[in-house]
């Protein structure tokens, strides 16, 4: 069993830059592809990134590829997503999720999930 605790969400302007961070329990945490998903209101939640179990790959969504960075400290059992040059349509609820075994969203995209953390880009 693996639980997924995200932080760092908040609200910040248009430009702005946020880290958000994932904790991970369990034992295999360093097995694990992980990787981040985001819905907005009124929209279906989606893939932002995801880094392979040892860090050395990593995939993005066309619409943050360039701004946002996926990284891992598999010592701390922790996954971080740096947010660069922020934009109102970032605004979402981003989900922390392992492994990956879609980018296309659906149930089994992820066998384990985080509640969330709020990110709110103001203009």
């Known amino acids: 069993q693996v639980q997924l605790v995200e932080s760092g969400g908040r609200l910040v302007q248009a430009g702005g830059s946020l880290r958000l961070s994932c904790a991970a329990s369990?034992?295999?945490?360093?097995?694990?592809?992980m990787g981040w998903f985001r819905q907005a209101p009124g929209k279906e939640r989606e893939f932002v990134a995801l880094?392979?179990?040892?860090?050395?790959?990593?995939y993005y969504a066309d619409s943050v590829k360039g701004r946002f960075t996926i990284s891992r400290d598999n010592a701390k059992n922790t996954v971080y997503l740096q947010m660069n040059s922020l934009k109102p349509e970032d605004t979402a609820v981003y989900h922390c999720?392992?492994?990956?075994?879609?980018?296309?969203?659906?149930?089994?995209?992820?066998?384990?999930w985080g509640q969330g953390t709020q990110v709110t880009v103001s203009s």
């Open positions: 369990g034992r295999t945490f360093s097995l694990y592809s």
């Open positions: 999720a392992a492994p990956i075994r879609s980018v296309i969203f659906s149930n089994t995209s992820a066998d384990y």
């Open positions: 880094i392979s179990w040892s860090g050395g790959s990593t």
